[in-house]
């Protein structure tokens, strides 16, 4: 697709994708450290993607992981499926393969629009399984009934640092808050208020999250406009999974939703958006907030 001079060779992409993370790795011949289930709005019902072409025995064998797929209540599907497979094409090499969480808007107008992909990487390095990963913003535009991928920007969340505060520890030990690696990395960079990760950590109390983006991955400003987005000043995460189901997913409970955007409220969130109209000067809904719950902090 001729990426260069957009995000550079493709050698760098998939450099940064194993450099996010503070990479976990397994002993050679053990299977890597757990990842959630399978990332997708349904249930994937297409077949695991082919890990690796065979090993000699005793090198370890990648994961195998199923292919992302949009579910039946999406805005644009096919605006998503370009761009996770623009994804997976330009991560997925030998001895490498990727694993999308999943795709959400960074937002969606009638002729342009922003997926944002955040995804594991598998790869095998001085005969262990490494897991490492990155979120990427793909920019398309539409002609028609197409959308086009016209640049990728994967995230940049910056060193860690030397020294994070008790909020940010509790995140990342937390079992309650799932974070892609883009977000391991942006709390880990220490870019990422306490408020927001104050107000995780309560909800956490009441929810099983999945964090689809935190600072890094998201676009600068509010996707059409010139407004700074709340996202790259580590003031603002989106939420693609309460207690295990999707946002999108038309079977999700519109309670739950609901019950959750209330709570982010109550949590110190003065810009709530989701899929769901509520009353109140924080919350707002449109086609972007469609698969997703977006909080955002004043701090």
Request: glycine share 10%; proline share 9%.
């Amino acid at each position: 697709m001729g990426f260069s001079g957009v995000v550079g060779r493709r050698g760098l992409l998939i450099a940064g994708a194993g450099l996010l993370v503070g990479c976990s790795s397994s002993k050679a011949g053990a299977p890597p450290t757990s990842p959630p289930p399978p990332a997708s709005s349904t249930p994937p019902s297409s077949t695991p993607l082919p890990s690796s072409t065979p090993k000699p025995s005793g090198t370890p064998a990648l994961p195998s992981v199923r292919a992302w797929v949009p579910g039946p209540s999406e805005v644009a599907p096919e605006a998503k499926r370009v761009a996770v497979a623009a994804v997976v094409d330009e991560l997925q090499r030998d001895q490498a393969v990727v694993e999308v969480i999943d795709a959400q808007y960074g937002g969606i107008l009638s002729s342009t629009a922003s997926v944002l992909v955040p995804c594991r990487v598998y790869s095998i390095t001085d005969g262990r399984v490494v897991t490492g990963g990155t979120t990427v913003d793909v920019r398309l535009t539409r002609s028609g009934d197409n959308w086009r991928v016209t640049s990728l920007h994967p995230a940049n969340p910056g060193p860690a640092a030397a020294n994070l505060s008790a909020v940010a520890r509790q995140v990342l030990a937390s079992k309650q808050i799932l974070l892609p690696p883009a977000s391991i990395a942006d709390v880990k960079s220490g870019q990422v208020h306490d408020t927001v990760l104050t107000a995780m950590l309560e909800l956490a109390k009441t929810y099983r999250i999945g964090v689809s983006v935190i600072r890094s991955g998201h676009p600068i400003n509010v996707f059409g406009t010139d407004r700074p987005s709340d996202h790259p000043r580590g003031r603002a995460f989106d939420t693609w999974q309460i207690n295990g189901h999707a946002v999108v997913s038309p079977t999700t409970s519109r309670s739950l939703i609901s019950t959750y955007m209330k709570a982010s409220e109550r949590v110190g969130s003065y810009n709530v958006g989701g899929p769901v109209v509520l009353s109140g000067a924080a919350f707002f809904s449109d086609q972007t907030h469609h698969d997703h719950i977006h909080a955002g902090f004043r701090v």
